[in-house]
């Protein structure tokens, strides 16, 4: 239950009490500052209270995106101030100090809100101010002021000022113009009816299995149902975020499960595609391998560039100045967005491309179309990392070490360092890239013995990257070279054993460990922290996994792998999901601060 305060005399023909019953408050009604300090006091201190100047003129939306967001523990429009369990003691104080200075006096010409706020200002207390943009919130001091005020309502449709918001500013070309005119409509819908985005995004899974299965039956009309499910789950998937910002039902549960089901929405696309092209003869598995591989490592890339420059101080470069004037050139944004295949593009390409080409063709293109986006971001970003003056923080420095995933064998590694050992400029990155060539290039060329010789000193390689804080210019691209390492691996060791069972083996490992790394990924975004170091040590880091996969290949025959590289994925699949379950829905019902990750651009 959420509770506001009226504070003031109650205005003949006012809709304030009526707008704020339909936004779920009890009311209660103060004629002073004593009065609403006293009432403050008596609502208990886990619920929602806001302070609202009776004479408030405005939208039901302006009310609701100022007094009901749930991301954030105070908050404020023009005549109204709103907190949280978390932001309750903040705001006591600034009503007590405000009253202490006012004596408690009838409320006739100030708003005892925005009086609040300037408190909780001076405080130096956080509040959030929602962009209004059209919508009209305001306090009028007279007669004249509120009938226009009312005016500017009545001229202002805040419905539709609500659809429009609920679509993301910024979105790729097919989500744009070809999902979101619609879709919005669609998550209006389901607001009216009481669905939650989380409902939503369940559906939205769901629909993608059923389309998984439709394309794992190798048939031509199995294919056409695929591709037109695919469509019909992204459609959902856009939804979901849509009624989250429609509505503001906004969760820490919500954020994980709409970025996590996308991964395991396309992963198991790709496992429905290579299973439907097994049926008719072709064996894809290496392909759906690859493309998972690529697009793992194409969105470690993104998270670990933001992670490393988010907060960095003096962070300007040439080639950002660039892409800001890019940016004001309006076909320039399209292309430049379409180019780097997010994920409307490429859920669109691979639901016309199964439908009418093979899985063969699909995987092909999606290859080529990642590995060109690929090559575009990251080169992008790395001349605007070495063209950058920017001192990266702490913060950065840790997030990057825990992107890492680095296990016990390169902890003990890190023990073992020289403390007073020189270290150079770009050391973190060349480590990395020389262990990973070692490992790749010996795993192609000798098989599993190359790769077991190659593993030990790989690990050494590892370790070493981490002898110092990740805040180099480059240092954002290890976590993405492990990534690869092991990926890769994986990959090549399973395709070399040459027998039936081994890809699609590897296929569920990576998928199991990928999830790992996302899940790290999504804590640190919510600032939850890397998974618990028990667990980590538990499934080896990046780089025991690696050294006992290479040293299975090279001691077992191709049938045992393939039942070792089984047993590995389930293991590893039980751990961290039930870990990162138990994380998630503990941070849910412990009333951990709601977000909204937009994820990838859509």
């Not at 890339?301 to 988010?310: G, M, R, T, Y």
């Not at 080639?319 to 890019?326: D, F, I, V, Y």
């Not at 190359?450 to 370790?463: D, L």
Request: some cysteine.
């Amino acid at each position: 239950m959420s509770t506001a305060i009226l504070t003031g005399q109650p205005v003949p023909g006012s809709s304030i009490e009526a707008d704020l019953r339909s936004l779920g408050f009890d009311l209660r009604i103060a004629t002073d500052a004593a009065e609403a300090e006293t009432l403050l006091a008596e609502v208990p201190g886990g619920e929602r209270v806001a302070l609202v100047d009776a004479r408030f003129v405005g939208h039901v939306h302006a009310l609701r995106l100022g007094l009901t967001d749930p991301r954030f523990p105070l908050a404020a429009i023009p005549g109204a101030v709103t907190a949280q369990a978390s932001g309750r003691q903040a705001l006591t104080r600034a009503m007590a100090r405000e009253n202490s200075a006012g004596g408690g006096t009838t409320l006739v010409d100030s708003s005892l809100a925005d009086r609040i706020l300037s408190a909780l200002d001076a405080d130096g207390t956080a509040v959030h101010r929602p962009e209004l943009g059209s919508l009209v919130a305001a306090v009028p001091a007279d007669p004249q002021a509120r009938n226009e005020a009312r005016q500017a309502v009545a001229d202002v449709d805040d419905e539709a000022v609500r659809l429009k918001s609920a679509v993301k500013s910024r979105d790729g070309f097919f989500t744009t113009h070809c999902i979101s005119p619609y879709s919005r409509y669609i998550a209006r819908w389901c607001a009216r009816r009481g669905l939650t985005p989380n409902q939503v995004t369940t559906a939205s899974l769901l629909t993608a299995l059923i389309a998984a299965a439709c394309a794992a039956t190798g048939t031509r009309g199995g294919f056409v149902a695929a591709g037109v499910l695919l469509i019909a789950s992204f459609v959902l998937d856009c939804t979901d975020g849509q009624l989250a910002r429609y509505s503001l039902q906004y969760s820490t549960l919500g954020a994980w499960l709409d970025a996590t089901f996308d991964r395991a929405k396309e992963y198991a696309y790709y496992a429905g595609l290579a299973l439907g092209a097994a049926r008719g003869g072709d064996d894809v598995w290496a392909l759906a391998l690859g493309a998972m591989v690529l697009q793992t490592c194409r969105h470690v890339v993104d998270f670990s560039f933001n992670e490393a420059n988010h907060d960095a101080t003096a962070n300007t470069s040439p080639t950002a100045a660039l892409s800001g004037k890019l940016d004001s050139v309006g076909w320039t944004v399209w292309v430049r967005r379409m180019i780097v295949l997010p994920i409307g593009e490429r859920w669109a390409m691979i639901a016309v491309l199964t439908a009418v080409t093979t899985p063969r063709i699909t995987f092909y293109a999606l290859l080529i179309g990642c590995a060109f986006a690929a090559t575009y971001t990251t080169a992008g970003r790395v001349l605007r990392s070495l063209t950058r003056k920017a001192q990266r923080t702490d913060r950065a420095a840790k997030a990057l070490a825990d992107l890492t995933d680095s296990g016990p064998l390169a902890e003990l590694v890190v023990r073992l360092r020289n403390p007073r050992g020189k270290i150079l400029p770009y050391t973190p990155v060349l480590l990395a890239a020389m262990g990973a060539a070692l490992l790749l290039v010996n795993t192609v060329r000798q098989g599993a013995e190359g790769a077991a010789i190659a593993a030990p000193f790989y690990v050494v390689f590892a370790g070493g990257a981490l002898m110092q804080p990740l805040k180099g210019p480059l240092d954002w691209l290890v976590p993405p070279i492990f990534r690869a390492v092991e990926y890769g691996t994986v990959l090549l060791l399973a395709a070399k054993a040459d027998v039936n069972g081994a890809l699609p083996a590897a296929f569920g490992l990576v998928a199991a460990v990928a999830y790992h790394h996302y899940d790290t990924v999504y804590r640190i975004r919510g600032d939850a922290g890397a998974p618990p170091a028990w667990l980590v040590r538990s499934i080896g880091g990046h780089e025991g996994r690696t050294l006992l996969v290479t040293v299975l290949a090279a001691l077992l025959t191709a049938s045992q792998f393939t039942v070792a590289l089984t047993a590995l994925a389930v293991a590893v699949a039980l751990l961290v999901l039930v870990e990162s379950i138990r994380f998630w829905v503990a941070a849910h019902q412990g009333g951990a601060p709601a977000v909204h990750d937009e994820g990838e651009t859509a």
